[in-house]
């Protein structure tokens, strides 16, 4: 009898302690929560944003740049402007064609766009036409459309069908892609990836291509 009583005390014992530790646990969650919320948001931890290829050690746009072993015509392939009217390569022979390929997922896409912007407005009055053709769904083409109008004095074009990576020949690895059709209509160059589309490096393919076509 007496050692049933004294088990009874421990048990309550055991419960209270378990019931304190239990409780304490959770305010110190809920103490770690509030902390969190409260915390000015520049000394809280965020995720990573993507990077620019500077900004990560990533290779310069001679480094990235490749050049066909002979000058192949642009993929037969329709995308749209900005009226929806279909438009090729083709169709713009007789400029310097900087074609590139992005879409509004793709952070490195958004980065380099104002630096197409500079080098579109860097040529005004001349033949060179930077054409910036997104792979959006049609879903998101509105957002695409207005991401572009923000980048004045670039054009909307769209690929509806997100298909032109693969008409490329070699097909393109990923977004951004970048072409370089000289005025008529061949490819000169291509670079994979982010590139500084503003600075003196790119300027100097225009150029070579206006010359040589």
Not at 94 to 109: D, F, L, R, S
Not at 203 to 209: C, H, I, K, P, T
Request: hydrophobic share 45%.
């Amino acid at each position: 009898m007496s050692d049933q009583s004294s088990a009874k005390p421990r048990r309550g014992l055991l419960a209270w302690a378990l019931w304190g530790v239990a409780v304490f646990g959770g305010a110190a969650v809920l103490y770690i929560i509030v902390q969190a919320s409260t915390k000015p948001a520049s000394e809280r931890t965020a995720p990573a944003a993507p990077q620019s290829a500077a900004a990560t050690g990533g290779k310069s746009l001679a480094e990235k740049l490749t050049r066909p072993a002979a000058p192949t015509p642009g993929p037969d392939y329709v995308f749209y402007d900005e009226a929806g009217k279909p438009v090729k390569i083709a169709d713009l022979k007789g400029k310097v064609v900087i074609m590139n390929i992005w879409a509004t997922w793709c952070a490195p896409c958004k980065v380099e766009m104002p630096t197409l912007a500079k080098l579109q407005a860097a040529y005004a009055g001349k033949p060179v036409e930077v054409v910036t053709v997104s792979i959006d769904s049609v879903e998101d083409a509105t957002k695409a459309r207005l991401f572009i109008a923000q980048n004045d004095p670039l054009k909307f074009y769209h690929d509806r069908e997100a298909k032109i990576p693969w008409a490329l020949q070699p097909a393109a690895l990923g977004a951004p892609t970048t072409v370089i059709y000289g005025k008529d209509g061949l490819e000169r160059a291509r670079i994979a990836g982010e590139a500084d589309w503003s600075g003196p490096e790119a300027r100097a393919l225009v150029d070579e291509a206006l010359a040589a076509s």
